[in-house]
């Protein structure tokens, strides 16, 4: 029926066109987001003079800067090709987009690292897009007195503890789609990153690359004592 | 103040932040629609498990999509809602963009959300975000491809390892933002616990634990598992901060 098998079709057609929809939008993004402020500078002339932005942005620089290249890497694992542009695009990576992840790929018993694994995270990721984007537009429409409908306690709840009872639940979901072995080997980069002086704010990007490395490192071993064997 | 509100809540501002959520807009269905034409072609996934993807991504995106808009509700107040939308929607997160929006305002010596914020102070602010945006486009852009190409060189010569990658590396992040959320400290000195962050995080954890054996016959209780979770994680934090406090 199909002349190329599934990984031939990935390799050929899927993955050189998922590169070229990434690198085609975010170019057009990089353009159009720098739209504001040159209207702010130039149309309105309130540009505040090349000094006070490059002092601010050596400001943020200092925090950011380190994040810009650690975290395409230390995500690229779960959120593959699309899922890295779609969500270096549209942003909140580790307070959303990684949640439905793992909730649509464990919903689906998908196998990390498999194809079906990656097309529900790509399914997952558009979804989550569209949804969070709806709820924003709804916000700026509507305003802030939605918010005051909200009984107190809940409000309060929901700004304080939503993103520390995510990171519960979904460190338990991860754990979980991993063998013993390695949930081990990311529970030790983990800590191992925590109880460094590593500031927190490259805490996550820092454990990630750590895990990277670790949990090649532990399964190479692994692998090429395994190898004869399997060969045989 | 009120002449930056003005402007930044004019209809030049909503049409250039829907240029910009446009492009997000048209890259998500670009690449809904060629997954699912891929997935259809090899049936990867079934008509049932994608009506359960759909599900479980919309469910588990509302839990966040609240929490972001709290966030929002304040960035609306200091930038307008065309700037908040286009910056917390679309790139950022919304605490990086606050931090951004406020060294940019400080940059001229003014305050968010004071009358020293002038027009120039708020373009400030906008372009320390846009800067600061940037940079992840800008990676992103340029290390994918390379980053596609390592993982399929190794995903010839040893499967096993991107498997073992793709798991340990979100466990450590995930313990680690958990581990910062509920203790405070500067390197094994001044440690202090947040008993409140960390009832929510083990109340959530320990409800995904049994949520997920209890999950393993009945499919519907695994689209909800992480909503359940963040909503006991959140009843119980609240209640162990109202006992603390």
């Known amino acids: ?232 | 103040m009120e002449q930056v509100l003005q402007t930044a809540n004019g209809t030049v501002f909503w049409l250039l932040a829907s240029l910009i959520i446009a492009v997000v807009v048209i890259q998500s269905l670009l690449y809904l629609r060629m997954t699912l034409a891929f997935s259809n072609r090899y049936d990867i996934l079934s008509a049932e498990e994608k009506k359960v993807v759909y599900k479980t991504a919309a469910i588990n995106s509302i839990g966040p999509a609240v929490a972001i808009f709290f966030v929002a509700v304040s960035l609306i107040a200091m930038v307008g809602g065309p700037v908040t939308l286009m910056r917390v929607g679309v790139i950022g997160s919304a605490i990086f963009e606050f931090i951004a929006a406020d060294q940019g305002a400080k940059a001229v010596g003014a305050e968010l959300g004071k009358d020293s914020y002038t027009l120039q102070a708020f373009a400030a602010s906008v372009w320390v975000m846009t800067l600061g945006g940037m940079g992840w486009l800008v990676t992103t852009f340029f290390m994918t491809r390379s980053l596609d190409r390592a993982q399929d060189k190794l995903s010839i010569s040893n499967p096993q390892l991107i498997r073992a990658a793709g798991t340990a590396t979100p466990v450590a992040i995930f313990f680690i933002l958990g581990a910062n959320a509920a203790v405070d400290k500067s390197w094994l000195s001044n440690i202090s616990v947040a008993w409140d962050d960390l009832a929510a995080i083990v109340t959530s954890a320990l409800c995904m634990v049994l949520l997920h054996a209890a999950g393993k016959h009945r499919a519907w209780l695994r689209e909800w598992a992480v909503g359940l979770s963040l909503v006991a994680g959140l009843a119980t934090g609240y209640a162990a901060g109202q006992a603390l406090a």
């Open chain 1, 1 to 232: 029926m199909h002349n190329q098998t599934q990984d031939d079709f990935y390799k050929t057609q899927f993955s050189p066109r998922a590169h070229l929809i990434g690198r085609m939008t975010l170019l057009i993004a990089m353009v159009v987001c720098t739209f504001p402020a040159l209207y702010l500078s130039f149309v309105l002339g309130a540009f505040p003079g090349i000094g006070p932005i490059v002092t601010g942005f050596l400001a943020i620089l200092a925090f950011v800067g380190v994040m810009w290249v650690v975290e395409p890497i230390s995500y690229f694992p779960v959120l593959g090709v699309a899922g890295t542009y779609m969500s270096f695009l549209s942003g909140n990576i580790g307070n959303m987009r990684m949640p439905v992840v793992i909730s649509c790929q464990s919903a689906v018993n998908a196998e990390a690292g498999s194809r079906k694994a990656e097309v529900a995270a790509v399914i997952g990721i558009a979804i989550s897009v569209l949804v969070n984007l709806a709820f924003l537009i709804a916000l700026v429409l509507i305003g802030g007195s939605l918010i005051n409908v909200l009984p107190g306690p809940a409000a309060e709840a929901i700004k304080s503890y939503t993103l520390p009872a995510l990171y519960g639940a979904v460190l338990v979901l991860f754990a979980n789609s991993a063998t013993r072995r390695n949930a081990m080997t990311g529970i030790l980069a983990g800590l191992a990153i925590f109880l460094s002086p590593i500031p927190e704010l490259f805490g996550s990007a820092a454990a990630g690359i750590l895990a990277i490395v670790l949990s090649v490192a532990t399964n190479r071993g692994i692998c090429a004592a395994n190898g004869p064997k399997q060969a045989a």
